[in-house]
């Protein structure tokens, strides 16, 4: 009994089950092809496309699509590979450089055997595009430089129209194509989104005088616009040459004095020898345009004096600077906003501490490192003989300062201080010497002088006892003989 129970009730449960019987074959899915646009009308060299698939013994689990040229045509610029993708929509941009161009375009539903459609949804595309169009930004171009110069572009897509009423838009373009007369055959390559181009030292192959840029832009389509153009004089770096970088935008007749402080200690020591940046000049402020500039010279000269908040090259050109000092160049700067809570070399400001011989940055008694200068304070002064002690004779609105201890070493020097107690803010007067300029001698052959105070205004009532404190640094770091 209990063996002819167990068999009916297997018996039962046999009569439950209703498998599917096995595939004698398996028919290949179908594709459509849908095009947001009419497909029988040229289109634009970026198009999407969409497709959907379906399966009558089974699934869909992927689609196969190509591009290929019209039967017979020569030299087909086209990847005909078969790529594999889950996706139901894809925008595609095919290489139209000429104008335009037919391609033809086949899609596949692939089944949940791996079974493809075994005829491909197929169209044929009459693809367009126009050139696009490039220009030099205005008044942005130089007639006379040192070989390191940045050129702007403005460049449009006409085939961009997001919008009816938006215009031409660089939202297609792929890159410029830039080269100087004689290199035609090494031009640069620069990303649209850029926007520049910066040509440095190398680029000019040591040729001088008049020399012409030429540039182009590509679009993603491949088309090309016209050539444009520019010829402007090109001078060499002078030897021992000297960069004044002058960063100071405190406006007015002190911008004016500070200035004019700075030029005149060069135009009596130097003059041939230096060359000017100013920051104001610049059509923007540029990290690679400040680079290429700083790497022609191995003796430069920063000053912001009495501003207190930065234009952002500091910033930009830290990098720079360092890598000026690290070549044994001397470094001079005169500036409020390096150090401390308006710290223009952010993450680096250990390395340009260690550079400039600064040891600890002294906190303010109001927080942070910024300490107001006064004209009732007086400064003692280390640098020379002819001058110990002065007094700011003018300083602007609300000039700053940091105070610091500069390392006490044969390589390091304080040019610039109050002695202990001398420093008095409401209740606070400083506990030590606090420095306020200081000469380094970095290990390796680097010269670095700091002062965070604005050595370019007058002091005292001789308006040009500052200029002789300027000539005494730049001896002492030896930029001056």
């Not at 039967?71 to 087909?76: D, P, V």
């Not at 000297?242 to 500070?258: P, Q």
């Not at 501003?307 to 001397?330: E, H, P, V």
């Not at 308006?463 to 001896?475: A, D, F, H, R, S």
Request: aromatic share 10%; net charge negative.
């Amino acid at each position: 009994m209990a063996l002819l129970a167990a068999a009916a009730w297997l018996g039962s449960c046999d009569d439950t089950i209703n498998p599917t019987p096995p595939k004698e074959t398996n028919q290949s899915p179908e594709t459509f092809l849908y095009v947001e646009s009419d497909s029988l009308a040229p289109q634009l060299y970026r198009l999407k496309l969409s497709w959907l698939g379906s399966d009558a013994d089974g699934q869909v689990v992927a689609y196969r699509h190509r591009w290929t040229c019209p039967s017979g045509t020569f030299g087909c610029p086209l990847d005909t590979v078969w790529s594999e993708t889950q996706a139901l929509s894809q925008v595609f941009v095919l290489p139209v450089p000429d104008g335009e161009a037919r391609y033809v375009f086949s899609v596949a539903a692939v089944d949940d055997e791996g079974t493809p459609d075994a005829t491909p949804a197929t169209q044929t595309f009459d693809l367009l595009n126009t050139s696009p169009v490039v220009e030099f930004e205005a008044g942005t171009l130089p007639l006379q430089s040192l070989p390191a110069i940045t050129f702007y572009f403005t460049a449009a897509d006409s085939d961009t129209t997001a919008k009816q009423d938006d215009g031409d838009s660089p939202g297609y373009l792929s890159h410029f194509v830039v080269w100087l007369d004689g290199s035609e055959s090494s031009p640069t390559l620069v990303p649209s989104a850029e926007g520049a181009v910066t040509l440095r030292e190398e680029d000019f192959g040591d040729r001088y005088g008049p020399r012409t840029i030429f540039a182009q832009v590509v679009d993603e389509g491949g088309a090309v616009s016209p050539t444009i153009q520019h010829t402007w004089e090109v001078q060499s770096a002078p030897e021992d040459g000297i960069l004044l970088v002058d960063d100071c935008r405190m406006g007015g007749n002190l911008e004016r004095v500070s200035d004019n402080s700075w030029r005149n200690v060069l135009d009596r020591n130097a003059a041939a020898r230096t060359r000017i940046l100013d920051i104001e000049a610049l059509p923007r402020v540029n990290r690679n345009d400040l680079e290429a500039n700083l790497a022609l010279f191995d003796r430069t000269i920063w000053y912001t004096d009495a501003d207190t908040t930065s234009s952002g090259a500091l910033q930009l050109a830290s990098s720079a600077l360092l890598a000026l000092i690290d070549r044994n160049g001397k470094l001079v700067i005169s500036s409020g906003l390096v150090f401390g809570t308006r710290s223009a070399f952010g993450e680096l400001e250990p390395l340009f501490r260690e550079r400039f011989g600064i040891e600890t940055v002294f906190s303010a008694p109001a927080g942070g490192t910024n300490f107001a200068l006064s004209l009732q304070d007086t400064i003692q002064a280390a640098v020379h003989p002819g001058l110990t002690s002065f007094r700011m004779r003018s300083l602007g609105l609300r000039p700053i300062m940091d105070c610091f201890r500069s390392v006490a070493s044969t390589a390091t020097r304080f040019l610039y201080f109050y002695p202990e107690s001398t420093l008095v803010r409401g209740g606070f007067s400083n506990p030590e010497r606090y420095d306020i300029g200081v000469a380094n001698m970095v290990a390796g052959g680097g010269q670095t002088a700091y002062m965070s105070f604005p050595l370019g205004l007058p002091m005292n009532t001789n308006t040009g006892e500052n200029e002789t404190e300027i000539e005494e640094v730049l001896k002492l770091v030896g930029i001056l003989p």
